[in-house]
């Protein structure tokens, strides 16, 4: 085990805390928790690639953890009322689509090669970004933030579905090859 999929690890395990810490209706702490959380997405992969500590366990375990925080926090907020439930069901359809494509891409082809696309990497950070803007409007009264709730949650279910796009479109190209 590596440091880069060490952090990774923590990273899963503090999704829990989150969960627990929405529910509680402790803002400020799941908003913290939170925050390390996608900060240590970003750190995994730096030191990954500049120590080249690259593995196949973390090519696995890096985007399962994205997913299953990004799941979590849209779904929890979600019926908790916090956010629509439609960005939350465009989120996690598009992740349920995109696992299952891969899934398929592979019984079928005997193989999977995963090509994260840059419009992927830049949805996922609009899914961190609005999760973050909402949480810290719910933790701290600050009323600016409040305004930036719609033009985030409309770029982010448009990214969403453009990346969805082109993860079928990929998708469906593997299988022609």
Request: a neutral charge.
């Amino acid at each position: 085990m590596n440091v880069p999929n060490a952090i990774t690890i923590i990273r899963i395990l503090l999704i829990p805390l989150f969960l627990y810490k929405v529910i509680q209706g402790d803002m400020v702490f799941a908003t913290v928790v939170y925050l390390t959380a996608a900060i240590s997405d970003g750190l995994d992969g730096f030191i990954a690639r500049v120590w080249n500590l690259k593995t196949e366990l973390g090519t696995f375990l890096d985007p399962m953890a994205d997913k299953l925080l990004v799941a979590t926090s849209f779904l929890t907020l979600s019926v908790l009322k916090i956010i629509p439930l439609w960005i939350a069901l465009a989120v996690i359809s598009r992740d349920f689509i995109i696992v299952g494509g891969s899934l398929l891409v592979y019984l079928m082809k005997g193989e999977l090669t995963i090509h994260p696309q840059a419009i992927g990497k830049v949805t996922t950070f609009f899914h961190f970004s609005y999760i973050l803007l909402v949480l810290l409007g719910s933790a701290f009264v600050i009323p600016f933030l409040s305004r930036l709730y719609n033009p985030m949650l409309f770029i982010t279910g448009g990214l969403t579905i453009i990346s969805l796009v082109v993860y079928i479109l990929d998708g469906l190209k593997a299988l022609e090859d």
